[in-house]
């Protein structure tokens, strides 16, 4: 289903298609040092309406299928994930749960994108793992206000996951002479 944004967009991007893959596309972005969004629609269209919205604050990855978009985010995870519901072969609720199941991946957040606006659709996206909806016709500020916002969370959380690693190593270095002088203590008192 194509995404509608209620008005045009007139952005400058070049819509030839490029003769490098998605694979080496996607490899070339990577180590700019802004954030990388990865996009999955089976749309060619809606991909690059994204790349429109996106591409001017992140880097953007293009999948046009569920498994493409599973190989990409296992062999170097993105920050965020935005995902079509409705594809064939894999929907995106399958990509979300593989992309939870992952250890590499578990912590990257997942927008999924659906013209579905049903209930019990957003309750299976939150039970395995999404973090948004963004509801078709989409709006692109509304678009972008999402993902940054997504991405300031996960940022804060990876930071805090860190932190607490490290208060973690700390608190097992400061116990250490703290067994040490159990164990001279316990020897100590059975004399």
Do not use: W
Request: hydrophobic fraction near 40%; glycine fraction near 4%; charged fraction near 25%.
């Amino acid at each position: 289903m194509p995404i509608s944004t209620g008005s045009p967009i007139m952005l400058e991007v070049d819509d030839e298609p490029s003769k490098l893959s998605h694979r080496e596309k996607n490899a070339l972005s990577i180590s700019t040092g802004r954030p990388t969004v990865l996009v999955v629609d089976d749309d060619p269209s809606n991909l690059i309406l994204m790349d429109r919205m996106l591409g001017k604050d992140y880097n953007i990855q293009k999948a046009s299928n569920g498994q493409e978009a599973i190989d990409l985010a296992f062999a170097n995870p993105p920050d965020l994930i935005l995902v079509d519901v409705m594809m064939p072969i894999m929907d995106g609720f399958e990509v979300c749960r593989r992309i939870k199941e992952n250890a590499s991946t578990i912590h990257v957040p997942v927008i999924f994108i659906t013209g579905k606006n049903e209930i019990k659709d957003e309750e299976l996206g939150f039970a395995i793992g999404a973090s948004d909806f963004i509801h078709k016709p989409i709006s692109a500020p509304i678009v972008v206000a999402r993902v940054r916002t997504q991405l300031k969370i996960k940022f804060m959380q990876d930071y805090l996951r860190g932190e607490l690693s490290r208060l973690q190593e700390n608190a097992s270095d400061k116990s250490t002479p703290l067994q040490q002088l159990k164990n001279i203590m316990t020897i100590l008192l059975t004399f």
